[in-house]
């Protein structure tokens, strides 16, 4: 059973730079995933930040940025600021019309 | 406006059914596939199943398969997830969501869920 791995937390200072990741337990993420990140506050609907590794989502800031940094997919934040405090998702599509959620990764901006 | 929302939650035995849908406004539903995706309390999201645009193909995850069935109807803008011998870790806020499309293999719209509770 493929898991996708997220670190299950991470803490920036406010206006700082932050790098989240998405990872598979065996193998190696690649653009051939499609990778996507989502934000999600308590309580509500996630949000589409970033799809097919580095597009941006109509509204999103660009201090949000996709990328593949060696083996994984990567979600950077910079200049992070407090509204930036949430929960962080990726999802990766595994194929034959299967997608895969991360643990996701909870960001504390402080 | 767009949007999507989800409706059909509630409180459910253990073996017991419930039918969720979810009714989409402000863009043309059949041209997209569906997805739903869920949380249980205090954990993450999971992808549950997903609905081609033409409803020609559904898939599901393997928590799922077999008691869950995802289907639309495109003439009333909807979408359903009919959810069948249900369990107790079942129990999530269950959202519908918008599939980009095309090769974009992503969700771009969520609406904000319905709760369901599997309990006796």
């Known amino acids: 059973q493929t898991v996708v791995t997220q670190e299950p937390s991470f803490s920036v200072s406010p206006g700082g730079t932050v790098t989240l990741t998405c990872g598979l337990s065996?193998?190696?993420?690649?653009?051939?995933?499609?990778p996507s990140w989502y934000q999600q506050t308590p309580g509500q609907a996630p949000r589409t930040l970033i799809y097919?590794?580095?597009t941006r989502s109509s509204g999103v800031p660009d201090r949000f940025s996709g990328s593949i940094l060696g083996n994984k997919a990567a979600l950077t934040i910079t200049g992070a600021q407090p509204d930036d405090e949430s929960d962080y998702y990726c999802?990766?599509?595994?194929?034959?019309?299967?997608?895969?959620f991360g643990g996701g990764t909870k960001l504390t901006v402080l | 406006q767009v949007q999507m929302v989800e409706s059909g939650g509630g409180v459910v035995q253990p073996g017991r059914s419930l039918r969720l849908s979810c009714a989409a406004s402000?863009?043309?539903?059949?041209?997209?596939?569906m997805h739903w995706v869920r949380q249980a309390p205090g954990k993450g999201l999971e992808w549950v199943a997903v609905?081609?645009?033409?409803?020609?193909?559904?898939n599901y995850a393997d928590s799922v398969k077999g008691r869950f069935t995802i289907s639309r109807d495109d003439s009333m803008d909807t979408l359903y997830l009919q959810m069948n011998s249900l369990r107790a870790e079942d129990t999530a806020v269950y959202h519908c969501?918008?599939?980009?499309?095309?090769?974009?293999?992503?969700?771009?719209?969520w609406g904000q869920g319905t709760t369901v509770t599997v309990s006796s």
């Open positions: 969501a918008r599939w980009f499309g095309n090769s974009v293999y992503a969700m771009d719209l």
């Open positions: 999802v990766l599509y595994m194929g034959s019309g299967i997608w895969v």
């Open positions: 065996s193998g190696s993420v690649s653009t051939n995933y499609y």
């Open positions: 402000g863009f043309t539903f059949s041209d997209y596939g």
């Open positions: 097919t590794t580095n």
């Open positions: 609905i081609w645009f033409d409803g020609s193909k559904k």
